[in-house]
């Protein structure tokens, strides 16, 4: 029986994860038994999991004391918000981390040593900052230009760190912003990449607050509850000590999404796409990666998309008819 | 009147500092209040600075208060302690700085925003972690190896972004490893790297726990406190939003030091250096760097020694002749 927590488990990603693994488990069938914590969750949620509502700075304690076998930690207040509540953010996004460590790190001292949890860290493209080589290699600095990005980033030192003493067994994934997110517009300066796409498929106007050359890096939701499982099961080992991998994706611009909406929605859908520049949007995407050159994470097997059309498909397979509903 | 503080000032760099900051000023002549903040200090130390025992956590808010124009940051659990005593190295090398710049925001917002100290923190070259190109180039990624490497890369982030909010002006600066040490033999996994120069040079037995293939990176005292004036004085625009530097040294291997020592003392003084292999300190010193491309810093106008043999020279004139006293 493998028992599994996931932090941030009633939002959009978290949510695809506990399907994923009620349907495929991690490697395939399994007794599994999930546990969700999140602040809240969506009516129609994932089946065969335990709900626990509540703030992880509350409850770093007994999720110690549980002894998951393995933790997905997805929770983080967004990019934009981190931007315009210092405060929040880093308490969020980088204290709360700490005290999760530190209280597995506990636990793993109580029980003798024996207690190593698997500790899978959604990290983000966002601890890179600007001016970038024309692909990022898996030896660019991280250089964070967003308060997020620098959180993401010290969180990642502290699972290397907390990995590498081995009280915990953990990794860094820097996930590409996932598109499409279904469901609503969220305070993200990336929301809008999934927008431009989700409105006008549901028949909605869409607002485009950047030029549509901006060239940025995309994984589905789908792709992301799959690199998530692959990497609970991925032998570490093979990360040689660097615990924070940069994941395949799919570099196009926003005329390259527009193009494949054309092809997969027609003209009509194209149209209710309404450009609306917004320079504090713009300022923090402008710094934003735009290509990689994901080596490592490839030859380890995680998988991504082929192009931007394969997303739109998998938006349109996911997720839309829900939303018809 | 320029208003400096010299967090650490009680260490060797410190004084060295303080030295520096008596006899020539920032940049030539100018009025300037030196204080000095450490747990305690040397019998004979720098002149007309201000002395003031205490611990960093302790002494944030009153640091603050004072409004510093200029805080040099130095103090540090040292690498070889930071990895044998977890909870004080984070506490001290991580909790703490967050902590000082937690108070230095405050205390900018109580000034309505005009308050914006400059902060030069010492960081390391222990923020990268094997395995290195043959010379490490400013783009290098940081994936720290030892607790220590990672505390002063989670803070590296964070006076990044506490620069760029604009509630300090910070920069963070990778010494090499600071050779030749006047003094004693410290806990740093580094320490036998001065101390098979000087130990021979003051007539004693060295002990060397490594192979004499290890190559390293150096820079000396001397050099290393004009680095520090260096930083405070840079206009800090040129730094791009990129505030963590790599600092220009000398590469070379423990035979190429020995060889320095024979041109400069002769064999009597070789035959003092007493091969004895420790693996602890084995382990964590081939995690090291060994040689680095820092152009970014010496376009910035940063400069160290051209060799090795300079490193010794600076040595006897600024530290054998007292240590012979």
């Keep these: 029986m493998t028992r599994i927590l996931i932090i941030g488990g ?3 990603v978290g949510q695809k ?3 994923r693994l009620s349907e495929t488990g991690l490697q395939g069938p399994g007794e599994r038994q999930v546990t969700l914590l999140d602040l809240g969750f969506p009516d129609a949620g994932a089946p065969a999991a335990e709900r626990v509502t509540g703030r992880l700075s509350e409850r770093t304690d007994w999720i110690a004391r549980q002894r998951f076998d393995l933790i997905f930690h997805l929770a983080a207040i967004v990019s934009g918000e981190s931007e315009t509540n210092f405060d929040l953010g880093w308490d969020v996004n980088m ?3 700490w005290q999760l460590l530190s209280a597995l790190r506990a636990e793993h001292a109580a029980s003798g040593g024996t207690y190593i949890p698997r500790l899978i860290f959604t990290s983000s493209i966002a601890v890179f900052g600007a001016p970038y080589p024309d692909r990022i290699g898996d030896e660019f600095l991280s250089s ?3 308060s997020y990005g620098a959180q993401k980033a010290c969180t990642e030192l502290m699972v290397q760190d907390f990995s590498r003493k081995g009280f ?7 996930l590409p912003t996932i598109c499409v997110r279904p469901g609503k517009a969220n305070l993200a300066a990336s929301s809008f990449f999934s927008g431009i796409i989700r409105e006008p498929l549901n028949g909605k106007d869409a607002i485009l607050p950047v030029p549509d050359s901006v060239r940025h890096w995309h994984a589905s939701p789908r ?3 799959r690199f998530l499982t692959h990497a609970a099961t991925l032998d570490t080992a093979r990360l040689q000590g660097r615990r924070a ?3 395949p994706g799919v570099s196009c611009t926003v005329a390259d999404q527009i ?3 054309r092809r997969a929605a027609g003209q009509a859908a194209v149209d209710r796409i309404k450009p609306q520049p917004d320079a504090a949007i713009m300022k923090i995407v402008e710094g934003w990666p735009r290509d990689f050159d994901p080596a490592r994470a490839i030859a380890l097997g995680f998988e991504a998309e082929r192009d931007f059309d394969e997303i739109i498909a998998t938006y349109i397979a996911d997720d839309l008819p829900s939303a018809r509903q």
Tied chains: 1, 2.
């Design 10 to 12: 009633g939002g959009m």
């Design 17 to 19: 994860l506990a399907h």
């Design 95 to 97: 204290m709360s981390n």
């Design 144 to 146: 964070p230009q967003t």
């Design 168 to 174: 915990i067994d953990g990794m860094s994934l820097r």
């Design 223 to 225: 792709a992301a509850a």
């Design 245 to 247: 991998l940069n994941l």
């Design 259 to 261: 193009e494949a909406l």
